[in-house]
C-alpha cells in the first residue's frame, strides 16, 4: 500500500505528533547487512570524525532486530557509538526497550527525529518505498536539515532478506551517489535490481530516463563480460564495472568494493529528469 505523507510539509510535526504514518514495518534479521558493510567500511570515517558519533536507525520497523545489529557492527568502529532506533508506531518502541543498552536506545517518532543532537548517520530503509514520489523530496530536506557536519542520510531498499540492495546517499546539501549491492548468482542481468529502487528513482526506470540508461549499460556491460563467468561471477562483476567506468560512467569506488557486489554510480548521472 502507498502511503502519502500528509505532514511533511512542515518542518516541525504538527501538534506534536510525530511526523510520517505508520508503514507495514516488515523485517529480517542481517537484512540491511551490505548497507551497514557500507557504512562501517568507506564510510566509517565519517563516525570516527564526528564530535557527536550520533546515528539513527529511522523506521526500523515491527522488529528492532536490524537496529540491534547496527550498533553492533558500528560498536565495531567507534564504541561510544550512539544508536537511536525511531519508529513512530507506539507498540514497536515499547516491544524495543526492553533491548536498551548503553549507547542503544529507541524512541517514538518521524522524520522529525526526535533526539537530542544532531545526528552524522541516519539510515532509512525500506520507508520511502511505502510513501508516494511527491513525497520525497520534502521527506529528504526535512531529514537533511537534522544532521551534523559531514552527515549522511541514507534512503535505500532491499529485498526481504538483503540480496539486492540499493540506496541514494545524501549530505546536508544534495544527493550524492546511487549504490547497488547484490549477491552473487541472485539475479541473471543486474537490471533485475530494479525492482529495488529507491522510492525516488524506481517509477523513473522508462527510456529517456538517466536511470533507465544506466542499467542498460550495467546489462551490456555484463553480457560482454560473459567470458569471465569461468573465473566466477566476482571476476565478472568488477569486469562489468572496468567497463561502465571505461566508458564514461562516473563510478565512486573501485576493485575493492566492486568484489563484494557493489557498485556507486554520482547521483548527477542518474537523477530524475
Not at 518542518?11 to 557504512?39: A, E, F, Q, Y
Not at 546536508?172 to 549491492?181: A, H, N, T, V
Request: charged share 25%.
Amino acid at each position: 500500500m502507498v502511503q502519502k505523507a500528509e505532514r511533511v510539509g512542515s518542518p516541525r510535526s504538527r501538534g506534536g505528533k510525530p511526523v510520517g504514518n505508520i508503514t507495514r514495518g516488515t523485517t529480517n534479521p542481517n537484512r540491511m547487512r551490505r548497507l551497514d558493510r557500507w557504512l562501517a567500511g568507506p564510510q566509517a570515517w565519517r563516525l570516527r570524525a564526528a564530535v557527536d558519533p550520533l546515528v539513527v536507525d529511522l523506521g526500523y520497523g515491527a522488529s528492532p532486530t536490524t537496529a540491534v545489529e547496527l550498533f553492533e557492527r558500528l560498536h565495531a568502529v567507534r564504541p561510544d557509538v550512539r544508536v537511536c532506533g525511531i519508529e513512530i508506531e507506539p507498540d514497536r518502541v515499547r516491544s524495543a526497550r526492553a533491548l536498551e543498552r548503553p549507547g542503544l536506545s529507541f524512541h517514538l517518532g518521524g522524520f522529525e527525529l526526535p533526539v537530542a543532537g544532531n545526528p552524522v548517520l541516519v539510515r532509512a530503509f525500506n520507508v520511502l518505498r511505502q510513501y508516494e514520489e511527491a513525497d520525497v523530496q520534502g521527506i529528504w530536506s526535512l531529514v537533511q536539515s537534522r544532521l551534523a557536519p559531514g552527515g549522511l542520510f541514507i534512503d535505500g531498499t532491499c529485498d526481504e532478506i538483503g540480496r539486492r540492495v540499493t540506496w541514494v546517499a545524501l549530505d546536508s546539501e544534495r544527493p550524492l551517489s546511487l549504490s547497488f549491492s547484490v549477491r552473487f548468482g541472485s539475479f541473471e542481468l543486474p537490471s533485475e535490481v530494479a525492482e529495488r529502487l529507491p522510492k525516488a528513482l524506481i517509477h523513473r526506470n522508462v527510456p529517456g530516463e538517466p536511470i533507465h540508461a544506466f542499467l542498460q549499460a550495467m546489462d551490456k556491460a555484463w553480457l560482454d563480460a560473459a567470458p569471465l563467468a569461468s573465473f566466477g561471477n566476482r571476476q565478472r562483476w568488477t569486469g562489468m564495472c572496468r567497463s561502465l567506468h571505461d566508458a564514461g560512467w562516473p563510478l565512486q569506488d573501485g576493485p575493492a568494493r566492486w568484489r563484494l557486489g557493489e557498485l556507486t554510480v554520482a547521483w548527477e548521472a542518474v537523477a530524475p529528469r
